[in-house]
Protein backbone atom coordinates (compact mmCIF):
# COMPACT_ATOMS: atom_id res chain seq x y z
CA UNK A 1 0.00 0.00 0.00
CA UNK A 2 1.38 3.75 -1.19
CA UNK A 3 -1.05 5.85 1.29
CA UNK A 4 0.30 7.86 3.79
CA UNK A 5 -1.15 8.38 7.05
CA UNK A 6 -1.00 11.57 9.65
CA UNK A 7 -2.60 12.34 12.99
CA UNK A 8 -5.78 15.01 11.76
CA UNK A 9 -4.37 17.72 14.19
CA UNK A 10 -1.57 18.46 16.48
CA UNK A 11 -1.42 21.63 18.99
CA UNK A 12 1.19 23.20 20.83
CA UNK A 13 2.19 26.05 22.82
CA UNK A 14 4.60 28.92 21.20
CA UNK A 15 8.07 28.12 22.27
CA UNK A 16 7.04 24.44 22.34
CA UNK A 17 8.41 21.15 19.80
CA UNK A 18 5.65 20.65 17.85
CA UNK A 19 6.13 17.34 16.02
CA UNK A 20 4.16 16.31 13.22
CA UNK A 21 4.50 11.87 11.97
CA UNK A 22 3.59 10.56 8.43
CA UNK A 23 3.78 6.40 8.31
CA UNK A 24 3.26 4.99 5.35
CA UNK A 25 5.52 1.58 3.81
CA UNK A 26 6.27 3.71 0.88
CA UNK A 27 8.45 5.70 3.70
CA UNK A 28 10.88 2.71 3.83
CA UNK A 29 12.10 3.16 0.19
CA UNK A 30 11.83 6.77 0.20
CA UNK A 31 12.42 10.31 2.08
CA UNK A 32 9.01 12.18 2.09
CA UNK A 33 8.76 16.06 1.00
CA UNK A 34 6.69 18.29 3.95
CA UNK A 35 4.22 20.78 2.66
CA UNK A 36 2.93 23.95 4.64
CA UNK A 37 -0.50 25.45 3.62
CA UNK A 38 -1.43 28.27 5.08
CA UNK A 39 -5.21 29.45 5.14
CA UNK A 40 -5.82 30.37 1.57
CA UNK A 41 -2.76 30.42 0.13
CA UNK A 42 -0.82 27.72 -2.02
CA UNK A 43 1.35 24.92 -0.63
CA UNK A 44 5.00 25.41 0.59
CA UNK A 45 7.44 22.73 0.64
CA UNK A 46 9.26 23.13 3.71
CA UNK A 47 11.61 19.55 3.97
CA UNK A 48 13.09 17.56 1.15
CA UNK A 49 15.45 14.19 1.65
CA UNK A 50 15.45 13.50 5.10
CA UNK A 51 16.25 16.90 6.30
CA UNK A 52 16.96 19.38 4.13
CA UNK A 53 15.37 22.70 4.15
CA UNK A 54 14.57 25.12 0.66
CA UNK A 55 15.83 28.18 0.53
CA UNK A 56 14.23 30.67 3.30
CA UNK A 57 12.74 28.09 5.48
CA UNK A 58 13.61 28.68 8.91
CA UNK A 59 16.32 26.54 11.10
CA UNK A 60 13.65 25.33 13.72
CA UNK A 61 12.28 23.10 11.05
CA UNK A 62 13.58 19.59 10.45
CA UNK A 63 12.55 16.03 9.59
CA UNK A 64 13.78 12.85 10.52
CA UNK A 65 12.50 9.16 9.46
CA UNK A 66 12.37 5.65 11.26
CA UNK A 67 11.53 2.78 9.38
CA UNK A 68 8.21 3.60 7.96
CA UNK A 69 7.54 6.49 10.15
CA UNK A 70 8.70 10.24 8.92
CA UNK A 71 8.61 12.99 11.33
CA UNK A 72 8.44 17.16 10.80
CA UNK A 73 9.72 18.73 13.83
CA UNK A 74 9.09 22.72 14.59
CA UNK A 75 11.89 23.51 17.33
CA UNK A 76 9.90 26.18 19.45
CA UNK A 77 6.93 26.66 17.41
CA UNK A 78 5.82 30.14 16.67
CA UNK A 79 2.42 31.45 15.77
CA UNK A 80 3.49 32.22 12.23
CA UNK A 81 3.49 28.03 12.08
CA UNK A 82 -0.23 27.69 12.11
CA UNK A 83 -1.42 25.95 9.36
CA UNK A 84 -1.58 22.71 7.43
CA UNK A 85 1.15 20.41 6.62
CA UNK A 86 1.10 17.28 4.04
CA UNK A 87 3.52 14.83 3.62
CA UNK A 88 3.98 13.39 0.01
CA UNK A 89 6.18 10.88 -1.88
CA UNK A 90 6.62 9.70 -5.24
CA UNK A 91 9.70 7.60 -6.40
CA UNK A 92 12.02 9.34 -9.12
CA UNK A 93 9.92 7.68 -11.86
CA UNK A 94 6.76 9.15 -11.40
CA UNK A 95 4.85 6.24 -9.72
CA UNK A 96 3.20 5.57 -6.67
CA UNK A 97 2.36 9.20 -5.83
CA UNK A 98 0.39 10.25 -2.81
CA UNK A 99 -0.20 12.84 -0.34
CA UNK A 100 -0.89 12.38 3.28
CA UNK A 101 -4.12 13.45 4.71
CA UNK A 102 -2.76 16.36 6.34
CA UNK A 103 -2.21 17.53 9.98
CA UNK A 104 -3.22 21.05 11.42
CA UNK A 105 -1.08 22.73 13.47
CA UNK A 106 -2.83 24.70 16.11
CA UNK A 107 -0.27 27.16 18.01
CA UNK A 108 -1.71 29.12 20.58
CA UNK B 1 12.35 34.53 -10.60
CA UNK B 2 11.04 30.84 -10.93
CA UNK B 3 6.91 31.59 -11.00
CA UNK B 4 3.82 29.70 -12.47
CA UNK B 5 1.10 31.55 -13.20
CA UNK B 6 -2.45 30.19 -13.08
CA UNK B 7 -5.77 31.27 -14.97
CA UNK B 8 -8.15 32.92 -13.39
CA UNK B 9 -11.38 31.78 -11.27
CA UNK B 10 -14.02 30.21 -13.44
CA UNK B 11 -17.89 29.72 -12.85
CA UNK B 12 -19.66 26.99 -14.58
CA UNK B 13 -22.81 24.94 -15.19
CA UNK B 14 -22.35 21.32 -14.84
CA UNK B 15 -21.71 19.60 -18.74
CA UNK B 16 -20.38 22.78 -19.73
CA UNK B 17 -16.22 21.97 -20.90
CA UNK B 18 -13.43 23.89 -18.93
CA UNK B 19 -9.72 24.70 -19.82
CA UNK B 20 -7.41 26.17 -16.61
CA UNK B 21 -4.04 27.47 -17.79
CA UNK B 22 -0.42 26.98 -15.68
CA UNK B 23 2.70 29.13 -17.45
CA UNK B 24 6.03 28.70 -16.65
CA UNK B 25 8.88 31.28 -16.09
CA UNK B 26 12.22 31.62 -14.99
CA UNK B 27 13.19 28.14 -15.22
CA UNK B 28 13.54 25.27 -18.24
CA UNK B 29 9.86 24.34 -18.20
CA UNK B 30 10.71 21.78 -20.98
CA UNK B 31 12.58 19.92 -18.12
CA UNK B 32 10.56 19.81 -15.12
CA UNK B 33 7.49 17.95 -14.73
CA UNK B 34 4.05 20.11 -14.26
CA UNK B 35 1.81 18.67 -12.19
CA UNK B 36 -1.55 19.32 -11.17
CA UNK B 37 -3.13 19.15 -7.71
CA UNK B 38 -6.79 19.10 -6.47
CA UNK B 39 -8.20 20.24 -3.34
CA UNK B 40 -11.96 20.50 -2.16
CA UNK B 41 -12.68 22.77 -0.31
CA UNK B 42 -11.89 22.21 3.82
CA UNK B 43 -10.21 18.95 2.56
CA UNK B 44 -6.44 17.87 1.64
CA UNK B 45 -4.51 17.80 -1.50
CA UNK B 46 -5.03 15.24 -3.91
CA UNK B 47 -2.22 14.50 -6.74
CA UNK B 48 -3.80 14.41 -10.33
CA UNK B 49 -0.96 13.87 -12.56
CA UNK B 50 1.66 15.10 -14.41
CA UNK B 51 3.17 16.33 -17.68
CA UNK B 52 6.55 16.15 -19.30
CA UNK B 53 6.72 19.08 -21.74
CA UNK B 54 9.54 17.99 -23.70
CA UNK B 55 8.51 14.55 -25.11
CA UNK B 56 4.33 15.40 -23.49
CA UNK B 57 4.71 12.42 -21.19
CA UNK B 58 1.83 12.09 -19.11
CA UNK B 59 1.13 10.41 -15.66
CA UNK B 60 -2.36 10.25 -13.96
CA UNK B 61 -3.70 9.19 -10.33
CA UNK B 62 -5.87 6.21 -11.45
CA UNK B 63 -8.81 8.32 -9.92
CA UNK B 64 -8.84 11.07 -12.35
CA UNK B 65 -7.78 9.02 -15.43
CA UNK B 66 -10.34 9.88 -18.08
CA UNK B 67 -12.23 12.33 -16.07
CA UNK B 68 -9.77 15.05 -16.75
CA UNK B 69 -6.73 15.67 -20.05
CA UNK B 70 -3.43 16.91 -19.20
CA UNK B 71 -1.59 18.73 -21.98
CA UNK B 72 1.05 21.59 -22.89
CA UNK B 73 2.12 23.81 -25.50
CA UNK B 74 5.75 23.85 -25.47
CA UNK B 75 5.83 26.67 -27.25
CA UNK B 76 4.47 29.47 -24.39
CA UNK B 77 5.53 27.45 -21.26
CA UNK B 78 1.86 26.42 -20.45
CA UNK B 79 0.52 23.77 -19.14
CA UNK B 80 -3.29 22.96 -18.97
CA UNK B 81 -5.72 20.69 -17.40
CA UNK B 82 -8.92 20.67 -19.25
CA UNK B 83 -12.70 18.73 -18.31
CA UNK B 84 -15.42 17.94 -20.93
CA UNK B 85 -18.09 17.64 -19.13
CA UNK B 86 -17.97 19.23 -15.27
CA UNK B 87 -19.84 18.29 -12.78
CA UNK B 88 -20.65 19.84 -9.55
CA UNK B 89 -18.30 17.77 -7.83
CA UNK B 90 -15.07 19.34 -9.66
CA UNK B 91 -15.76 21.91 -7.71
CA UNK B 92 -12.08 22.66 -5.60
CA UNK B 93 -9.22 24.95 -5.88
CA UNK B 94 -6.76 23.47 -8.47
CA UNK B 95 -2.80 23.85 -8.23
CA UNK B 96 -0.26 23.22 -10.55
CA UNK B 97 3.23 23.11 -9.60
CA UNK B 98 7.26 22.29 -10.37
CA UNK B 99 8.03 18.67 -9.85
CA UNK B 100 11.96 18.03 -10.09
CA UNK B 101 13.32 14.71 -9.82
CA UNK B 102 14.21 14.22 -6.22
CA UNK B 103 13.60 18.38 -4.91
CA UNK B 104 9.37 17.23 -5.27
CA UNK B 105 6.75 20.43 -6.19
CA UNK B 106 8.93 22.90 -5.18
CA UNK B 107 7.46 25.90 -6.99
CA UNK B 108 3.61 26.34 -6.76
CA UNK B 109 1.08 28.53 -8.49
CA UNK B 110 -1.22 30.66 -7.41
CA UNK B 111 -4.27 28.14 -7.78
CA UNK B 112 -7.64 28.20 -9.65
CA UNK B 113 -11.06 28.12 -8.32
CA UNK B 114 -13.55 26.71 -10.35
CA UNK B 115 -16.97 26.55 -9.12
CA UNK B 116 -19.96 24.26 -10.93
CA UNK B 117 -23.32 24.67 -10.22
CA UNK B 118 -25.54 22.10 -10.77
Known amino acids: SYELTQAPSVSVSPGQTARITCSGD??????PYWYQQKSGQAPVLVMFEDNRRPSGIPERFSGSISGTMATLTISGAQVEDEADYYC???????????FGGGTKLTVL | EVQLVQSGAELKKSGESLTISCMGSGYSFLTYWTAWVRQKPGEGLEWMGF????????RYNPSFQGQVTISVDKSNNTAYLHWSSLKASDTAMYFCARHGVGNGMDVWGQGTTVTVSS
Open chain 1, 88 to 98: YSTDNNGNHVV
Open chain 2, 51 to 58: IYPDDSDT
Open chain 1, 26 to 31: ALSKRY
